[in-house]
């Protein structure tokens, strides 16, 4: 078994439970048979490239959880955050940013009751 085929297949797992996906709503929506998925999850199979770039897409997977498994993994809220902001166009950015700004100087400053 190669080096990354676990971290890849258990990223592809964990995201795709995540969104609450079956294997075959994957494969279909990356246009590839469902036992790619299967075999990727059961840590089987090379995929290429044409076949990495879209499941990794489409499923919201953070490349250096396949590619960086060593490093350690952000926070799901972190992760989150910045799945949400690098889906972001440039202009939605920009308006964001006073916005973001505004409600993280106002939780510092412990306006808002702590989530629990």
Known sequence: MPEYS????????RARGKLGLTQNEVADAISRDNRTVLNIENYKGNPKMEVLYPLIRYLHIDS????????????????????LIEDCSEDEAKRLIPIFKSVLSALREKRFLPIE
């Open 6 to 13: 676990r971290p890849l297949g258990d990223a592809v797992k």
């Open 64 to 83: 250096r959880e396949i590619f960086n498994p060593e490093m350690q993994r952000e926070s799901p809220a972190i992760q989150e955050l910045r799945l």
